[in-house]
């Protein structure tokens, strides 16, 4: 899952990227350091970041 090198290129920190998604700044962390993650969780996140599934997992 590529979610740190996506947010650093947003510009995004943890916690913006925490208060756009509504997913908690430790899980972000968690998902950063093992790369994994529930589906839920990720599309949350690339609707956040403005990128798809495929761009954030691959």
């Known amino acids: 899952m590529n979610l740190k090198q996506v947010r650093k290129e947003k510009n995004l920190t943890l916690k913006a990227l925490s208060e756009l998604s509504d997913v908690p700044q430790r899980t972000i962390e968690d998902i950063e350091r093992k790369n994994e993650c529930?589906?839920?969780?990720?599309?949350?996140?690339?609707?956040?970041l403005g990128v798809t599934l495929d761009q954030l997992c691959r």
Do not use: H, P, W
């Open 38 to 48: 529930k589906v839920s969780t990720a599309i949350k996140l690339t609707d956040a």
